[in-house]
Nanobody, 126 residues
Framework: QVQLEESGGGVVQLGGSLRLSCTAS????????MGWYRQYPEKRFPGNQR????????????NYADSVKGRVTISRDNAANAVFLQLDGLKPEDTAVYYC???????????????WGQGTQVTVSS
């Protein structure tokens, strides 16, 4: 099992930026996918599920949610088993808990048997 540890969340004002980091450990390397999901406050969206923000595969392919395209950049440092999420032009609706996610191989990925971090809070004030 992969252990994921996130950092970099915080409180920023409208239009601000944050850089989230996630490091994977557990004797693994070359993770098939690493990415970020977010879950909105329950008060705002009762029962909402985690949604994909961005993901990056070990061949360099990136995938972004339409809602963040142009404002978010995902990158990886495969040697360090790390993934980063640069958030720019933040809006109040970006307020959520951001979770790091990783899949060790394609089978795990497509069967949704992935690993999760504990989450880091991002709050954008207006």
């Amino acid at each position: 099992q992969v252990q994921l540890e996130e950092s970099g969340g915080g409180v920023v004002q409208l239009g601000g930026s944050l850089r989230l980091s996630c490091t994977a450990s557990g004797g693994i390397s070359n993770l098939y996918s690493m990415g970020w999901y977010r879950q909105y406050p329950e008060k705002r969206f009762p029962g909402n599920q985690r949604e994909l923000v961005a993901e990056m595969f070990n061949d360099g392919l990136k995938n972004y949610a339409d809602s963040v395209k142009g404002r978010v950049t995902i990158s990886r440092d495969n040697a360090a088993n790390a993934v980063f999420l640069q958030l720019d032009g933040l809006k109040p609706e970006d307020t959520a808990v951001y979770y790091c996610n990783a899949a060790t191989n394609a089978i795990m990925y497509y069967n949704k048997r992935t690993d999760w971090g504990q989450g880091t809070q991002v709050t954008v004030s207006s």
